[in-house]
């Protein structure tokens, strides 16, 4: 039994309050405060919960000094080079990679669940032609609730796992309509005899008129990227998840709830802005006018796609999606075209300049996703939807580890009060 301890004293009342320390598998130990509100009569201060753990999981593990991550074990370099997509969605979700008959009966989940309500195309149709496809993700994602209400027990272990399936099944269709609906293309259906990226692809440029032929190495490089975002542990949208999982609302509801923060700047729209600053840069030429403001400390601009608010070494993402992303510029022929010059001259410089390597900021995986998205035709306001479809399966993975503990309490954060004491009201005519 652990017995390791942290005292809390109150300098005013001279009380003292033992917190356990929970030690963790890997990272810092934890200092259970739960029962300091009641000892102490206080609570901790944590804005943006930093120094803040919410619950206990198994799913993913982050090292941001020495740039490790871990899926339920498994390096992720290991994943990305030997696994798919669909395996890491099993790792998370279950806690083990499948076995040959597991990954079957997976994919023939995903065959089975792909396709859409065909009332759904109404609820598309509500939406202007220009609207974004975030506003949109979270809207059809949201109406998922209203047509598979019928078997949505959420303390029914089976009923979770057929949200899952349904989810991850449909999530490619649902991210590739919103595509073609702006575009006013006529939407196609998944395919059965195709991969679960193949099909995204498919029903994203595929013409109804004419067959359609993949790029393999288009088809790895988007397989990669997808592996890369799946899940990474208690960040601000899977955060939301949690918490909107917590009042026991309708698992769809609460992945569009995790859909609407990714679509926020500050987190999920990080490899859109590495692309508007290529296009601003415009050429190779003004490089290092670009970079001297950057260095700048009385200017604003920076530097998208270079360091990384976790890794304070290096993103162990990037390293994996580096190799990637010059491959698929390689095989596309796109090496020479000006936004990819642009791209591959900051990142030599970020590696090789002292101002970059003394503060750490290195390409991170925003920079060469961002890259890629754009050489295999994605539109910008496509990026984030793309890591939503590669983070439903951590969402929907953490919100299923948390209904499985039982007993799950509503979250509900503290605050500190700092507005007016109490006062009397006074009336309309005297005031």
Sequence with gaps: MNTKTVTITDDTTGK?????????????????????????????????????????????????????????GYPIDQLAEKSSFLEVFHLLFYGE???????????????????????????????RRDAHPMAMLVGIVGALSAYYHDSMDINNKRHRELCALRLIAKMPTIAANCYRYTKGLPYVYPRNDLSYVENFIYMMFSAPTEEYKFNKTAVHALETMLILHADH???????????????????????????????????GGANEAVIRMLQEIQDVKNIPDYIARVKDKNNPTRLMGFGHRVYKNFDPRA????????????????????????????????????????RKLYPNVDFYSGIILSALGIPLNMFTAMFALARTAGWISQWNEMMEEGNVKIGRPRQLYVGAAMRDYVDLGKR
């Design 16 to 72: 003292s309050f033992k917190c356990p320390v929970r030690e963790a598998v890997h990272g810092h130990p934890v200092i259970d405060c739960q029962a300091l509100p009641k000892e102490l009569g206080m609570f901790t201060f944590d804005p943006a919960f930093m120094t803040t753990a919410s619950c206990e999981s198994k799913i993913t593990f982050i090292d941001g000094d020495k740039g490790i991550l871990l899926h339920g």
């Design 97 to 127: 990679l499948p076995s040959a008959e597991q990954l079957i009966s997976l994919k023939t989940s995903m065959n089975s669940h792909s396709m859409l309500h065909e009332g759904l195309r109404s609820v598309y149709n509500g939406f």
């Design 233 to 267: 542990e208690q960040n601000a949208s899977t955060s939301t998840v949690r918490l909107a999982g917590s009042s026991q609302a309708n698992p769809f509801a609460c992945i569009a709830a995790g859909i609407a923060t990714l679509w926020g700047p500050a987190h």
């Design 319 to 358: 390293k994996i999606i580096n190799q990637v992303c010059h491959e698929l510029l390689h095989e596309l022929n796109a090496e020479h075209a000006p936004l990819f010059e642009i791209a591959m001259e900051l990142e030599r410089i970020a590696l090789e300049d002292e101002y970059f390597i003394e």
